[in-house]
């Protein structure tokens, strides 16, 4: 089988979708036809030091001449061109959302940021995309060939339907403590219902961005919340699940979302779901399986979260489709096939 180099910034056990992705894509490649080998990049990305750029140039410089390397857009996006065009190997992006798009930047750093990416595109030789919404932004925005394009969206495994048996309702969210994830935006609502009665379980590392993190807490003591929202930190395997199968209705207000992975696998167990219509998250949750409401507005998300608490008839509904739009979902093998064949498009 041919080999492929997949080049990653960072922890590649860490808990987010796109180190998920990149863990479930490698393991589901060779049946697809193709040997993925890992490749370590500096940790530092997106925003590299000088150092952890000239580390990441002779770690790509001892890869075999001509081959196919797969290059996670955390990295990608921010290498410099003349680093990019002093490789003697067949580039391929992988992006899961422009760099640009990450909330919370500064106006000087968005265009910063889009105008690496957008250099750093030219010179890919095949880009793939994991959702049609961050597809057309990188062709419309980004200069990327239709050509050149390929999608790939993320895998989901088969779940049971969700069987809550809670006398209050339970929601969950699932997402790192970051500003994009919007829970901020979460908090602010949640203190808008609290006549009506709720429990709230958010799952998700609270250590990749303090401010944010401690931002939440206060959030929640400010509104005297502590009883009736459980940060309950990183989850995994049977504990996660367990969190799913127990939750009556998943919220989660990104600001953007590339894809949104956890919205996938809530559709996979059945849940009603409640979020902001930002970036994919149109793309990834049926109008019929959720409410969307517009981003940055915690009011809009306490109405919604009032209707599908207080109506079982409307959260049945919702459950409903979302279980039968779930049982559609492309599994990782797919995924692979659909990165295997743009694999071989930059081959040729």
Same mark, same amino acid.
């Given at each position: 089988?041919?080999?492929v180099w997949f080049a990653?910034?960072?922890d590649?056990?860490?808990?987010?979708g796109g180190?998920?992705?990149?863990r479930?894509?490698?393991?589901?490649?060779p049946?697809?036809g193709?040997?993925?080998?890992?490749?370590p990049?500096?940790?530092g990305?997106?925003?590299?030091s000088?150092e952890?750029?000239a580390?990441? =140039?002779?770690?790509?410089?001892q890869?075999?001449?001509?081959?196919?390397?797969l290059?996670?857009?955390?990295?990608?996006?921010?290498?410099?061109?003349?680093?990019?065009a002093?490789?003697?190997?067949?580039?391929?992006?992988?992006?899961?959302?422009p760099?640009?798009?990450?909330t919370g930047?500064?106006?000087?750093d968005?265009?910063?940021v889009?105008t690496?990416?957008r250099?750093?595109?030219?010179?890919?030789q095949?880009?793939?995309?994991?959702?049609p919404h961050?597809?057309q932004?990188?062709? =419309?925005?980004y200069?990327?060939?239709?050509?050149?394009?390929?999608?790939?969206?993320?895998g989901?495994?088969?779940?049971? =339907?969700?069987?809550?048996?809670n006398a209050?309702?339970?929601?969950l969210?699932?997402?790192?403590?970051t500003?994009?994830?919007?829970?901020?935006?979460?908090?602010?609502?949640?203190?808008?219902?609290?006549d009506?009665?709720?429990?709230?379980?958010?799952?998700?590392?609270?250590? =990749?961005?303090?401010?944010?993190?401690?931002?939440?807490?206060?959030?929640?003591?400010q509104h005297?919340l502590?009883d009736?929202i459980?940060?309950?930190?990183e989850?995994?395997?049977?504990?996660l699940?367990?969190?799913?199968?127990e939750?009556?209705?998943?919220?989660?207000p990104s600001?953007?979302?590339g894809?949104?992975?956890?919205?996938?696998?809530?559709l996979?167990r059945?849940?009603p779901?409640?979020?902001?219509a930002?970036?994919a998250?149109?793309?990834t949750?049926?109008a019929?399986?959720?409410?969307?409401v517009?981003?940055?507005?915690?009011a809009?998300?306490?109405t919604?979260?009032r209707?599908v608490?207080t109506d079982?008839?409307l959260r049945?509904?919702?459950?409903?489709?979302?279980?039968k739009?779930?049982?559609?979902?492309?599994d990782?093998?797919d995924t692979?096939?659909?990165v295997?064949?743009?694999?071989?498009?930059g081959a040729?």
């Open positions: 089988m041919p080999d990653i910034p960072g590649l056990n860490a808990l987010t180190y998920g992705y990149a479930r894509l490698m393991a589901a490649l049946a697809a193709w040997t993925p080998h890992h490749v990049l500096p940790g990305f997106p925003n590299p000088t952890e750029l580390l990441t =140039r002779d770690i790509l410089m890869l075999p001449s001509g081959t196919p390397v290059i996670d857009g955390l990295a990608f996006g921010v290498m410099p061109p003349d680093l990019l002093e490789l003697d190997l067949t580039l391929i992006a992988l992006v899961h959302h760099l640009a798009d990450e930047l500064s106006e000087a968005v265009h910063r889009k690496s990416e250099a750093a595109l030219a010179l890919a095949t880009v793939i995309a994991t959702s961050t597809a932004c990188l062709v =419309r925005d200069g990327v060939p239709p050509a050149y394009m390929h999608l790939a969206l993320p989901t495994d088969p779940a049971p =339907r969700a069987q809550p048996a209050v309702p339970k929601l969210t699932v997402a790192t403590l500003h994009r994830k919007g829970h901020d935006i979460l908090i602010n609502a949640l203190a808008e219902i609290t009506i009665p709720w429990t709230s379980a958010v799952v998700g590392s609270q250590e =990749r961005d303090p401010a944010v993190t401690q931002r939440v807490h206060d959030l929640i003591t005297h502590r009736r459980a940060l309950r930190g989850l995994q395997d049977e504990a699940a367990a969190a799913y199968a939750a009556d209705i998943f919220v989660l600001r953007h979302e894809y949104g992975m956890v919205f996938a696998e809530a996979a059945g849940l779901i409640v979020a902001c930002a970036g998250v149109t793309d949750v049926p019929d399986a959720g409410i969307l517009p981003a940055e507005n915690p809009a998300l306490a919604a979260l209707q608490l079982r008839n049945k509904n919702l459950g409903d489709a979302s279980w739009h779930g049982q559609a979902l492309q990782w093998n692979a096939a659909q295997a064949e743009a694999l071989w498009a040729a």
